[in-house]
């Protein structure tokens, strides 16, 4: 079973819709959780941090699910910019990241 | 917040040859950095901990005698990519943080092609 596992999609959706990924990982003593986005053939950018609690920066709203195992990203509202290939990673600690293979989105005008 | 900058952003070589990457941390000082790479519609995959001022751990299935590792100092990590196979060309991405359980923050990434 691999570490981290995400649906590569890719994940077709129009103009001003809501997309929500998940991202499910097996490492049980994990710490900490990032949302990273992906350009094509660029290097990846943080998104965001995942807290316990939750936590939402403008149209994108990242929770995570300890009991189940695994993390969110709900985007509203999407924007043709918001087309990427978004990484779900997790870290036991020492700063050290394994990631998921990433989710594409497409967002059609 | 955190800039790594990472160099040169591509190179082509040819098979046989030895390619060095930099990876530097401009706006803080990373006692540890992160060697990944990505083949094309692939995860990005860790090779190697670069730890300042003392050896590598590398991943199992890298070898250390090919890819070489050194962080000579708080700023600065290199990859050697020795004696370089077609099957080496990849997206090599390095990455550092700060203090803590700070995210990561990526270089720009090195697209080594080898004919």
């Known amino acids: 079973r691999k570490e981290v596992e995400q649906d590569p999609g890719p994940f077709n959706v129009p103009e001003g819709a809501t997309v929500a990924f998940n991202c499910t990982y097996s490492?049980?003593?994990?710490?900490?959780f990032f949302w990273y986005r992906q350009d094509c053939r660029k290097e990846p950018k943080l998104l965001m941090s995942v807290y316990s609690s939750g936590n939402e920066d403008g149209r994108f709203t990242a929770q995570l699910n300890r009991a189940s195992q695994y993390i969110s990203l709900l985007i509203r509202d999407s924007k043709l910019s918001d087309s990427a290939t978004y990484l779900c990673?997790?870290?036991?600690?020492?700063?050290?990241?394994?990631f998921g293979i990433g989710t594409k989105l497409q967002v059609i005008p | 917040g955190a800039v790594v900058s990472q160099h040169p952003s591509w190179v082509i070589c040819k098979s046989g040859t030895s390619v060095k990457i930099e990876c530097r941390s401009l706006?803080?000082?990373?006692?540890?950095m992160f060697w990944y790479r990505q083949f094309p519609k692939q995860s990005l995959m860790l090779m190697a901990t670069?730890?300042?001022?003392?050896?590598?751990?590398?991943e199992q299935g890298v070898e250390k005698d090919k890819f070489l590792i050194n962080h000579a100092s708080l700023t600065l990590s290199t990859l050697t990519v020795t004696s370089a196979h077609p099957e080496d060309s990849s997206f090599y991405i390095c990455?550092?943080?700060?203090?803590?359980?700070?995210?990561?923050?990526f270089g720009n990434g090195t697209r080594l092609t080898v004919t």
């Open positions: 670069s730890n300042e001022g003392s050896k590598a751990t590398y």
């Open positions: 490492n049980s003593a994990s710490q900490s």
């Open positions: 706006d803080f000082q990373a006692t540890t």
């Open positions: 990673g997790e870290s036991g600690g020492y700063q050290k990241v394994t």
């Open positions: 990455s550092a943080a700060g203090q803590g359980n700070s995210p990561l923050h």
